[in-house]
T-cell receptor, first 113, second 113 residues
């Protein structure tokens, strides 16, 4: 069974530029998460989807971050414009449902110059 | 509110020695508890989880953890360290009825030959 797929794996951009990350969860997993992991820290939740509905986006900086999961399968996380402090690893995870184990993708490592 | 504390951001052990990584949690309700491992440039991989069944949980790669409610702890152990165990380890807590994970800041394990 294929795991969580993320692309790109690495991205380098200049500040004020836009950037987008893509995630394809494990087939059949209704719940999808986006996390940000700063260097030396644990992952912090940005947004959680149940199917196509964003049910927890309280930690998403909505002035510059947006996300979508239009058909309840794959998802895109966007930053516009990017700031230096956005440099981090962006992790996507999925789970079959409520309170189930989360399975993580390899992450996208973003460097903003 | 829930939180996770991992004591010791860096732990070094000799190959063949006991591995002990500490995790304490705070939760107002019975939690689910998890240990994840992260190898360089990879996503998080589940090692083991506690979901209110047996308090001693066995995971992959010879790791195990014991849930101690009186101590609010979920320490990770392995009797004999292997070079391949060198990685970052994260403890996470989730409410039984919720689906949000709270991660600790991680412990970097170094195995000395």
């Amino acid at each position: 069974e294929a795991g969580v797929v993320q692309s790109p794996r690495y991205k380098i951009i200049e500040k004020k530029q836009p950037v987008a990350f893509w995630c394809n969860p494990i087939s059949g997993h209704n719940t999808l998460y986006w996390y940000r992991q700063n260097l030396g820290q644990g992952p912090e939740l940005l947004i959680r989807y149940e199917n196509e509905e964003a049910v927890d986006d309280s930690q998403l900086p909505k002035d510059r971050f947006s996300a979508e999961r239009l058909k309840g399968v794959d998802s895109t996380l966007k930053i516009q414009p990017a700031e230096l402090g956005d440099s981090a690893v962006y992790l996507c995870a999925s789970s079959p449902g409520l309170a189930e184990t989360q399975y993580f993708g390899p992450g996208t490592r973003l460097l903003v110059l | 509110a829930q939180s996770v504390t991992q004591l010791g951001s860096h732990v070094s052990v000799s190959e063949g020695a006991l591995v002990l990584l500490r995790c304490n949690y705070s939760s107002s309700v019975p939690p689910y508890l998890f240990w994840y491992v992260q190898y360089p440039n990879q996503g998080l991989q589940l090692l083991l989880k506690y979901t209110s069944a047996a308090t001693l949980v066995k995971g992959i790669n010879g790791f195990e953890a014991e849930f101690k409610k009186s101590e609010t702890s979920f320490h990770l152990t392995k009797p004999s360290a292997h070079m391949s165990d060198a990685a970052e380890y994260f403890c996470a807590v989730s409410e039984v009825a919720g689906n949000q994970f709270y991660f600790g800041t991680g412990t970097s394990l170094t195995v000395i030959p």
